[in-house]
């Protein structure tokens, strides 16, 4: 229960960061958070209900991997971004509008 | 309840460091040093891993997020901004939106928890033992074997690890082909 | 010796198969066509002559060998009113003997054709269509039964009308090919009644009986079948057929205009295939025209009585004089040749309806033989001079002294001077006519002088003198044709000697049935008084145009002393009818009218009902079109259009919106969910 409730807190820090984050890199910064949070879930949950099983562990540890390669990409977005229009914040930029 | 007790101070002590660095993360006016308190956040979650017993993955966690991302991220701040020089403007005009959503959000969270939590045991989430007795215990279960968790990934869990392996290749690589493309225009 | 079942097939099927190959990847083949044509049908001949062999090793004297056997029977209806048909296959001595003659002939007439074919545009469609002409003749000749004779006998008409019309680009062989193929089909006609009529008299078209399956003939000969009037008339159906396909009278006018196809194709056609059908098919159904079983035919309301092998005889016979009369007037190579064979077919005629059997189709073999060789040496005289008249030719003796020399064979056999092979069938002939019939006899006596003569006349204009022309220089055929007409010129010396009266073993060996056993009617008389037609003819024929000059035809020494007449054989007795405008203007006529009903009439009421039937339907349809399909159509795209115009303005391009509505939607699916839970826990 504890766990639970530190990880939806982690998780709303998390969201607020992304919805009031003007800077790409910040707004992925709260992205982490939020894989954090999620991580911390899945081992705790884990842990109380099958306590002789490490799914869980396995699956955060997938959920490290995939958030080590969404990082990576990430910040090569941010990166080519910054070189084509020489800004990273996301409100400038609307090349995604129809 | 010694133990217990001992433990309990460890996550609480290790709950609220979490949550300060973080909200220090989403509020700060300097990237550089949100990027900072965000790998202290990291650092805790670890901590909070290993109170579960969790050894490899709180390994993991600060070897890549701790040791990686922050780089990683660090270095996306110095490529794309001046950091030392001029304070950009971080947060945006839609801050009301954000917060009624997180609070909505948790408020959501919360009452599924209460729901879903009163038909669970009693003890759920919590050891109740001392610490040192803890890690002994915890080296033979299972679930906080390193050991058994390379065997899990090796044998049960083989194809989506292989696949994990696959992803990130093909994430390092088409990090360097976007990076370079954007670079070469 | 038996025969396996598989052999006579092959025989049939190999020439087919390289017809099938030259037709379908001819013009891949190109050139090679013929080489394919040449070894499967060469395959085919070989065992042809293994069937010749066989059966005339293992035939009894006086006995007639058949070999029977049957690939696959065809059951019409069920029941009581069932029909069978078995296809199979029929060897005894006198299809072995026409094997011999058509896949040995037919092989020879091939070869020659590569080179005289050589560089035709169509060459490959050439040697398909021969593979087919020798595969058809092969089935007709190896047919046990009535229907298979007849599906081949058209097959043969087929190939001869594709042959005919080969250069089809030249009007006269276009006019040629239809001519021939409209007059044998009404033959034909004949021939189909005649098979429909014996199917119904004996309820079978098996030639013989073989196991349960009874036969037409053998019933016939054994009278299990009882004679009636109707035997006669099927008799004389079936003659009509062969009257068409043998080019006899009145149905001749076809052959001569035949030759417009290629040359080899015209000996093909005269020596070993086509005309040969119709003798060969008197042949096979002799039962049917000997008196003694069949009784007379009743004509004009019974007061003519006369037996179908009468009527054979009499029509042979005039046929064989009219055309050789006719053949002393023209100056074409190939028509004269043309006219002789109409002539020979006659003298066959003759003697298979005076109850020759074995001499008739002797005189087919040898006929074949020197027919065979003269066309293919007019085909090389031709393939020198590119002419046809014979009067613009002239001395080719120097310069063609092989094809002189074998020119000279089948003359001699043609003219019947012994021992060459023409002498000993004809004479045959002539003895038998002279035992029954004077007047025939005498007929074939002018006609053997009339024969001599003009073939002497060809000769000489074309050989001997001066050449006429001297902007053409000829020469001497490529070996490849030449080597046809040095094997044809021994069979034409030479396979007269199987039946001299002395020694008649053609007689033995081709026999029609155990009672009919014929011997070589050995008569001195007859013998000399032939030998003396020939050789008055000859050096008749020398003295008008060996020794003098004749530069054109208006110069020809017969004109002369012939007068009127002469013009009036020219004219072809003024018999070819085909031609003659009033015949073809009534056909003409009614073949308008009928034309003009079918359109007027037939075509304007089909036409308003399609037209009625496609404007309603027509109308109904567009308004189907337009309401319903159109409708549904621009329904889709306007929806589609409106939804996208609502939906796109949510599209802000701004990620952090984007974000937004995920969570939103998220957030949707959490309340539904709690929904549920609390749904759950108080119902």
Known sequence: MHYLVLSALLFSIGIYGVLTRRNAIAILMGIELMLNAVNLNFVAVCASLTPNQITGQIFAAFVIVVAAAEACIGFALIIAIYRNFAKVNVDDINIMRW | MNGGAVWWVFFYALSAFTLFNALLVVTGKNLFKCALHLMLVFLGVAGLFLLQGAFLLAGVQTLIYTGGVTTLILFAIMLSEEVVGRQRQLVSRGVSIGISAAICFLGIALTIFGTAVAQLPENYGVHIAPVAQFVAEASHLPMGNVRAVGVALLTQFLVPFEFASVLLVVAVIGAIVIARLAGGK | ?683
């Open chain 3, 1 to 683: 010796m038996g025969i396996s079942p598989i052999v006579p097939l092959l025989i049939i099927v190999l020439p087919f198969v390289s017809f099938i190959i030259c037709a379908v990847f001819g013009h891949k083949l190109r050139e090679r066509a013929a080489l394919v044509a040449l070894s499967l049908v060469g395959l085919s001949s070989l065992l042809c002559l293994l069937t010749f062999g066989i059966v005339a090793l293992s035939a009894q004297p006086q006995k007639g060998t058949i070999i029977q056997g049957i690939w696959m029977c065809i059951q019409i209806g069920n029941g009581k009113s069932s029909f069978t048909i078995p296809l199979g296959y029929i060897v005894d001595p006198l299809t072995s003997v026409m094997l011999f003659v058509v896949g040995f002939i037919g092989w020879w007439i091939m070869l020659y054709s590569v080179g005289y074919m050589r560089g035709d545009a169509r060459y490959h469609r050439y040697f398909a269509y021969m593979s087919l002409f020798m595969a058809s003749m092969l089935g007709l000749v190896l047919a046990n039964n009535f229907v298979m004779l007849y599906i081949c006998w058209e097959l043969v008409g087929l190939c001869s009308y594709l042959l005919i019309g080969f250069w089809y680009e030249r009007e006269p062989a276009m006019r040629a090919c239809k001519k021939a193929f409209i007059v044998t089909r009404l033959g034909d006609t004949g021939f189909a009644l005649g098979i429909f009529l014996i199917a119904t008299i004996t309820g079978s078209v098996l030639f013989y009986s073989i196991g349960n399956l009874k036969g037409v003939f053998t019933s016939i000969h054994d009278g299990s079948v009882k004679q009636n009037g109707l035997f006669a008339l099927a008799s004389a159906l079936l003659f009509l057929g062969a009257i068409g396909k043998s080019a006899q009278f009145p149905l001749h006018v076809w052959l001569p205009d035949a030759m417009e196809g290629p040359t080899p194709v015209s000996a093909l056609i005269h020596a070993a295939t086509m005309v040969a059908a119709g003798v060969y098919m008197v042949a096979r159904c002799y039962v049917l025209f000997d008196e003694h079983i069949v009784g007379k035919l009743m004509l004009l309301g019974n007061s003519i009585a006369i037996s179908p092998g009468e009527l054979v005889a009499h029509i042979g016979c005039f046929t064989a004089f009219m055309a050789a009369t006719i053949a002393l007037t023209q100056n074409d190579i190939k028509r004269i040749l043309a006219y002789s064979t109409i002539s020979q077919l006659g003298y066959m005629m003759m003697g298979l309806g005076l109850g020759a059997y074995s001499a008739g189709t002797f005189h087919l073999m040898t006929h074949a033989f020197f027919k065979a060789l003269l066309f293919l040496c007019a085909g090389s005289v031709i393939h020198a001079m590119h002419t046809n008249e014979i009067f613009e030719m002239g001395g080719l003796k120097r310069a063609m002294p092989v094809t002189f020399a074998t020119y000279l064979v089948g003359m001699g056999a043609l003219a019947g001077i012994p021992p060459l092979s023409g002498f000993w069938s004809k004479d045959e002939i002539l003895a038998h006519a002279f035992m029954h019939n004077k007047f025939l006899w005498a007929m074939g006596e002018v006609t053997a002088f009339l024969t001599a003569l003009y073939m002497t006349r060809q000769l000489c204009v074309v050989f001997l003198g001066e050449q006429r022309r001297r902007d053409i220089h000829p020469h001497e055929s490529p070996p490849v044709m030449l080597l046809p007409l040095f094997v044809l010129s021994f069979g034409a010396a030479l396979s007269g000697l199987v039946g001299t009266p002395w020694m008649n073993l053609y007689g033995k060996f081709v026999t029609y049935g155990e009672a009919h056993v014929e011997g070589h009617p050995s008569s001195g008389f007859v013998m000399l008084i032939s030998l003396c037609a020939s050789i008055t003819g000859v050096l008749f024929g020398y003295r008008l145009y060996g020794a003098r000059r004749i530069s054109n035809h208006f110069e020809d020494p017969l004109r002369l002393i012939l007068g009127a007449t002469y013009s009036f054989l020219e004219a072809k007795w003024h018999l070819d009818w085909y031609e003659g405008t009033r015949i073809r203007h009534a056909f003409f006529a009614i073949v308008n009218g009928c034309r003009g009903f079918d359109l007027g009439f037939v075509d304007g009421f089909i036409n308003l009902v399609g037209w009625v039937v496609a404007y309603v339907f027509a109308y109904l349809h567009r308004l189907f079109d337009l309401y319903v399909v159109d409708g549904l159509v621009n329904g889709v795209a306007l929806l589609t259009g409106f939804v996208g115009n609502v939906l796109r303005l949510i599209q802000t391009g701004l990620v952090r919106h984007y974000i937004l509505f995920v969570l939103l939607g998220f957030a949707v699916l959490i309340a539904f969910s709690m929904w549920r839970v609390i749904l759950l826990a108080h119902p």
